[in-house]
């Protein structure tokens, strides 16, 4: 059986699809009109855009910083930081069905403990990955999102969110608040 394909652009990291190509190049925003714009199909079974020159495989990543900390030497996640945590698995229950996604965090205490209280909240189970430490280096970075599944969340540090930003959307990141979790998703970074 085939799958339909949609029309659709790829621009700067960004695939928007239409009816038509000419549907889908109305969707752009008046700064992606300027960029180079790859015309190609979305094929939704095998979750990938297709181009004449690039094939891009489309991927739900949600990025979230660990939660709040405390100052010692190996810093363990605080009451505060707990609350952040209900806060934002509440923001993410309202916005997204995160049924089909599989977790992924960083090995290193705060992160595992904050992954360990989303476990409860929103019912995903996390699997701690060494990629995600914080001197992870471009090139392994790369290598696990390539091997990540469709539907992933990941819980890491600030560091690794902006190069995964940097790696997946071609956009830096350039303001990010140390003192709470972040959440990224679709390209938009929300301080919880």
């Known amino acids: 059986m085939m799958c339909a394909k949609i029309a659709a652009l790829y621009v700067h990291g ?10 889908a190049f109305s969707k752009l925003t008046i700064e992606e009109k ?16 297709i181009g004449e020159d690039k094939e891009i495989f489309v991927k739900e990543i949600v990025l979230i910083r660990h939660a709040n900390v405390d100052d010692s030497e190996d810093p363990s996640v605080t009451d505060q930081g707990r ?3 209900k806060r934002a ?6 916005h ?13 205490k705060r992160c595992q403990q904050t992954a360990d209280e989303f476990s409860k909240e929103l019912n995903v189970f996390f699997k701690p990955e060494t990629s995600l430490i ?3 280096s471009p090139r392994m970075l790369l290598a696990f999102l390539n091997n990540l599944p ?9 560091d690794i969110i902006s190069s995964l930003v940097y790696l997946t959307t071609e956009k830096c990141v350039k303001e990010i608040k140390y003192c709470s979790p972040l959440i990224v998703v679709n390209n938009t970074v929300t301080s919880i």
Not at 96 to 108: A, C, E, H, R, T
């Open 96 to 108: 997204m069905d995160l049924s089909d996604f599989q977790g992924f965090n960083s090995p290193i």
């Open 34 to 49: 300027t960029q180079i714009i790859c015309s190609g199909f979305l094929d939704e079974e095998h979750h990938k855009f």
């Open 14 to 23: 960004r695939i928007v699809t239409g009816t038509h190509h000419g549907d």
């Open 150 to 158: 469709c539907k992933s969340l990941l819980i890491t540090h600030c």
């Open 89 to 94: 698995a509440n923001f993410l229950n309202d």
């Open 83 to 85: 609350s952040q945590i």
């Open 134 to 136: 914080e001197s992870a």
